[in-house]
C-alpha cells in the first residue's frame, strides 16, 4: 500500500473534509480525491460517506486511521529529526497563549525534559487560539493550549482547566473611585458594590486589544452591561496589563493566577468581588489519533494531573 495515499487519508480523516485536507498537505482537491479514490479501489471497501458539508469516515475508515495514523506521524517525526532520534530524544511542541503557557505549562513540563529515560526535548510558540489550533492541524505542533473548542474530527479537546478573572487597579486608584462614587465598600479596601459599577467606566482601562476582550467579558458576566471607557494603554500580553495597572495606568481584568502575588503584596486591589466570578476555560487540544504517540500522551497526562494543582 501506497504510504502517500495513506498520509492523505488520515490527513482527510482528521480535517473530515477533502477541501480543508487538500489545503493542509498543499495539493489540489482533485487531486485528493483522485487518491482517496485509489485507495478506496485497492481495498475494495468505501473509506469516506461524502457529505453536503466534507465527508463522514465508515467503520472501515475508522479502523484504517486508528491503525495508521500513529505509524505515519512517527514517520514523519523521522523523517523531520533523522533516524538516529530514539523515544527518549523525541521533541515535543507545545504552542499556547504567551502568559498561561509560560506561567503555568511550561514549568510543569520542565519535569519531562530530564535525564529518566522517558524524556524529550521541549519547544514551545505562543499564539492566539485561531493560530494555535491552525498550527496543531496543519503539524507544526504536537500539542495546543486553547480557549476555544475545536471543531470536527481533525482535532480532539479536553477540558484543561478553568481560571477566574479579577478586576484590579493599583490602590490609588480604587481610592479614586470610592471617593467618586460616594458610597463605595467604606472600608477602605477599594471594594465595590454591585450599584457603583458605572463609576468603574471613569477609570482608565488597560487591556491586550482595542476591543477590551478581558474587560467586556467581566461587564457581560457580572453587571450584564458593556464597557463606557476605551483603552488607555492596549499591549498584548497580560503580564504587562499586570505591569501598567500596577503603575497606576488604569483598572485591568486579569487571571488570578497571574496577580495572586501583586493581590498579596497590595500592589494591586481587587474592585469588585462577585460571588460568581467570570471564568474562563482552557482546553488541552491534539491532533486526532496522536496519544497513540507516548510523548505526546506523557506530556498530556502531565498537564491534566499538574492542572489539578492550579485551582
Known amino acids: 500500500m501506497d504510504l502517500a495515499l495513506l498520509r492523505t487519508f488520515v490527513t482527510v480523516h482528521r480535517a473530515g473534509s477533502f477541501t480543508r485536507a487538500a489545503a493542509l498537505l498543499g495539493l489540489s482537491q482533485p487531486a485528493v480525491t483522485s487518491q482517496i479514490r485509489t485507495l478506496e479501489r485497492q481495498l475494495g471497501r468505501p473509506l469516506f460517506l461524502r457529505q453536503a458539508r ?7 475508515g475508522d479502523e484504517l486511521a486508528h491503525k495508521a495514523a500513529p505509524h505515519l506521524d512517527a514517520l514523519v517525526e523521522i523523517a523531520e529529526t533523522g533516524p538516529d532520534n530514539d523515544s527518549s530524544l523525541r521533541t515535543l511542541h507545545l504552542a499556547g497563549p504567551p502568559e498561561f503557557t509560560a506561567e503555568r505549562a511550561l514549568p510543569a513540563l520542565t519535569e519531562l525534559t530530564g535525564d529518566d529515560g522517558q524524556s524529550f526535548a521541549l519547544r ?23 480557549t476555544a473548542r475545536p471543531r470536527g474530527a481533525l482535532l480532539t479537546a479536553t477540558t484543561l482547566c478553568d481560571e477566574e478573572h479579577v478586576l484590579v487597579a493599583a490602590p490609588h486608584r480604587a481610592e479614586q473611585i470610592r471617593s467618586g462614587s460616594g458610597s463605595g465598600s467604606g472600608s477602605g479596601s477599594g471594594k465595590l458594590d454591585r450599584m457603583d459599577a458605572p ?15 478581558f474587560v467586556s467579558r467581566y461587564w457581560a458576566s457580572v453587571f450584564d452591561s458593556r464597557p463606557a471607557a476605551s483603552g488607555s494603554v492596549i ?7 499586570l505591569a501598567c495597572a500596577t503603575a497606576g495606568a488604569g483598572l485591568a481584568v486579569l487571571p ?10 497590595g ?8 460571588a460568581v466570578p467570570p471564568l474562563r476555560t482552557y482546553f488541552l487540544v491534539v491532533r486526532t489519533g496522536t496519544l497513540a504517540m507516548p510523548h505526546i500522551a506523557r506530556a498530556h497526562e502531565w498537564l491534566h494531573r499538574a492542572a489539578t494543582g492550579w485551582g
Open 124 to 146: 514551545a510558540s505562543f499564539g492566539n487560539a485561531e493560530e494555535t489550533l491552525e498550527g496543531l492541524a496543519a503539524g507544526h505542533h504536537d500539542l495546543a493550549i486553547s
Open 256 to 265: 488570578r493566577y497571574l496577580c495572586a502575588l501583586a493581590l498579596e503584596r
Open 235 to 241: 499591549v498584548p500580553d497580560l503580564r504587562a496589563v
Open 199 to 213: 463609576t468603574l467606566d471613569d477609570l482608565p482601562v488597560v487591556e491586550v486589544h482595542e476591543s477590551l476582550p
Open 267 to 274: 500592589e494591586v486591589v481587587p474592585l469588585h468581588e462577585p
Open 54 to 60: 466534507g465527508v463522514t469516515p465508515t467503520t472501515m
